[in-house]
C-alpha cells in the first residue's frame, strides 16, 4: 500500500479534503493534476482498506473512489461508510462503464460516477459540484448546531417557520417597542406574547393577558384602565385594570381587533404617553407597560375597513411576528402530537406510547384549521375514550377519520398547478386523486433531472411532502 500527501493549495478558498483511493500512481497523480487549480488537499491511498483507515482518522470531505481495488471492491468501501454516523461526499470511478454497477454504487449513496478515460473539465465539474454539497452541508450543520432547537420556552417544534420565529422573538425581547402577533387561531399567539415577556429584561414583572373578545365591550374600558367606585352601575368600590397591574411588566392585548372604534383612541393616548384615567376619574396615572398585542385577522383589511385606527395600527405594527398555521410547520405536528399524547396519558393512567403508520400519515396530511388547539383537542378525546398501546385510525374522532376514505391514502390538497388537468378529465377517465398526483409529481422530478427540492418548489410543496408521498406509494404498490 502506498499513501501520497499532495500540498495544501489555498486557490479559491476550499478546505474540504479529498481522499483518492486509486490503485494506479500514475493516474493518481494524472488526476491531481487535473485537480491542482481547485485548491484541495488531496490524499491518495492505493487499497481500499486503508482509504477507510485514512477516513476515520482524517475525516475528508470528498472522496474519489476507484470501484476496482487489489484488496477489496470499492462498493464495499461505500457499504462500509453507510455504517458511519459522518460520512464523506463519494465520487466512484469505474473502468469498464457498467450501468449496473454505476447504478448500485449510487444506491448505495455515491454522489456521481466517472467513465474512465474522462478529461480534466470532466473531473473538475463533478469535484466543484461536490464542493458545493459539502460547503452546503457544512452551512446547515453549523446552523442546526448554532440555531436549530426542538423546543422554546412553551413552543414546541423545529421546524424552519418556527425557528424564524424564535430569533425574532429574541431580538425582540429586550426592547420596549411594541410587538404584533399575527396568526390563525389556534397558532398559539399568547404563547408567543409570553415567550417574549420571559425571554426580556421584564420576566420578574408581571404578565397582564387580556382577550378584547371575551369581554362585553361596555366592560372593556374598565378591564384596561380600571374604574373608580360609584363610576357606573355595579362598580361599588376601586378597581384597578390591566394597565395597572402591568406596571413594570408586559400588557398583552389578544384580538384586539375586537375592540370598540372609540376605545381606541384612548388606548392610542395611553400607548404614546403611557398615562391613562380610571373610568369614572379626572385623575391621570402614569404606568411604565411593555405592549404586545395579537389577532386573527387581517389588521390592514380591518383599517381599509374602518374598524381599526389606522394611527393605532401604526402605533403598535412596530416588530410583526406571524406565526405559521400548524401545516405549514412539516414534522413539528408530530412531535406536538407525540408531547399530547404522553402528557394525556399520564394524566389518564393510560398506556399510549406513540401512533401507527396510518395515523402519522394522516396527521400529516391534514390541513388542522384549528392548528394547535385542534391537535390539542383531538389527541386529549383519543387518550380518554381509548385504551391500548398505539392510537390507530378507528380511534381518532370521527370529524378527523372521515377526511380519507378505506381506499384512499390520505393526501394534501391538489396543488393549484394541475387543477386544470382534473377538471377537464371525463367521467368515463376518472382515476384516483393520488395516482394522477403521483404522476404529476414524478413528471415534475423528471423534468428537473431528478432534483427532488427543485420539483417541490415548482409545484409549491414541501420536498419532505415528495419524500412522504414516496413512502405511501411505496406501500400501496407492495
Known amino acids: 500500500m502506498i499513501e501520497t500527501t499532495y500540498q495544501k493549495s489555498t486557490v479559491n478558498g476550499n478546505t474540504a479534503g479529498l481522499l483518492l483511493i486509486e490503485d494506479s500512481i500514475a493516474l493518481a497523480r494524472v488526476y491531481q493534476e487535473y485537480l491542482g487549480e481547485l485548491g484541495l488537499e488531496v490524499r491518495h491511498v492505493t487499497e481500499g482498506r486503508a482509504g477507510l483507515r485514512q477516513i476515520d482518522a482524517d475525516m475528508p ?94 413552543f414546541l417544534g423545529s421546524s424552519m417557520p418556527m425557528q424564524a420565529v424564535y430569533r425574532i422573538i429574541e431580538s425582540a425581547a429586550s426592547s420596549r417597542a411594541t410587538v404584533f402577533i399575527t396568526g390563525q387561531s389556534g397558532t398559539g399567539k399568547e404563547v408567543c406574547a409570553e415567550a417574549i415577556h ?111 385606527r389606522e394611527d393605532l395600527y401604526y402605533r403598535l405594527h412596530v416588530i410583526p411576528i406571524h406565526l405559521p398555521s400548524l401545516h405549514e410547520r412539516d414534522e413539528d405536528v408530530l412531535q406536538i402530537a407525540e408531547h399530547f399524547l404522553h402528557e394525556y396519558s399520564d394524566e389518564e393512567n393510560k398506556n399510549f406510547s406513540g401512533f401507527d403508520d396510518y395515523v402519522r400519515n394522516l396527521f400529516m396530511q391534514y390541513l388542522w384549521p384549528g392548528n394547535v388547539r385542534e391537535l390539542q383537542n383531538v389527541i386529549r378525546n383519543t387518550v380518554v375514550l381509548n385504551n391500548g398501546d398505539q392510537v390507530t ?43 394522477i398526483e403521483k404522476e404529476t409529481i414524478e413528471k415534475a422530478i423528471d423534468k428537473c433531472g431528478g ?28
Not at 393616548?269 to 386573527?296: L, M, P, Y
Not at 394541475?418 to 378529465?425: A, C, G, H, P, W
Not at 420539483?455 to 412522504?468: H, N
Open 393 to 435: 385510525k378507528d380511534m381518532l374522532p370521527l370529524t378527523l377519520g372521515q377526511q380519507v376514505t378505506e381506499s384512499t391514502p390520505p393526501e394534501t390538497p391538489v396543488p393549484a398547478v394541475y387543477t386544470e388537468t382534473l377538471i377537464s378529465q371525463s367521467t368515463e377517465s376518472i382515476r384516483p386523486l393520488w395516482i
Open 61 to 154: 470531505g470528498i472522496v474519489l473512489l476507484d470501484l476496482n481495488l487489489p484488496d477489496i471492491n470499492g462498493l464495499e468501501v461505500l457499504e462500509s461508510l453507510n455504517t458511519s454516523e459522518r460520512r464523506p461526499i463519494v465520487i466512484v470511478i469505474t473502468a469498464h462503464g457498467s450501468v449496473d454497477m454505476a447504478v448500485e454504487a449510487m444506491r448505495l449513496g455515491a454522489f456521481d460516477f466517472l467513465q474512465k478515460p474522462f478529461d480534466a473539465e470532466r473531473l473538475r465539474v463533478t469535484v466543484r459540484n461536490a464542493l458545493e454539497k459539502h460547503n452546503l452541508a457544512s452551512i446547515v450543520e453549523t446552523y442546526r448546531q448554532n440555531f436549530s432547537r426542538d423546543t422554546f420556552h412553551s
Open 451 to 478: 432534483n427532488v427540492p427543485r420539483a417541490a418548489a415548482m409545484l409549491e410543496i414541501s420536498p419532505s411532502t415528495i419524500y412522504r408521498k414516496r413512502q405511501t406509494w411505496e406501500n400501496i404498490s407492495s
Open 198 to 308: 420571559q425571554e426580556g429584561d421584564r420576566s420578574n414583572a408581571p404578565f397582564i393577558p387580556l382577550n378584547c373578545a371575551a369581554i362585553p365591550r361596555d366592560l372593556m374600558e374598565s378591564e384596561i384602565f380600571g374604574h373608580v367606585k360609584g363610576a357606573f352601575t355595579g362598580a361599588d368600590k376601586e378597581r384597578n385594570g390591566a394597565a395597572s397591574l402591568a406596571d413594570g411588566g408586559t400588557l398583552f392585548l389578544d384580538e384586539i381587533g375586537e375592540m370598540d372604534i372609540d376605545l381606541q383612541s384612548k388606548l392610542l393616548r395611553f400607548i404614546q404617553t403611557g398615562s391613562f384615567q380610571k373610568v369614572g376619574s379626572s385623575k391621570t396615572e402614569t404606568v411604565d407597560v411593555r405592549f404586545v398585542c395579537a389577532t386573527n385577522r387581517d389588521p390592514l383589511e380591518m383599517v381599509r375597513e374602518g374598524r381599526f
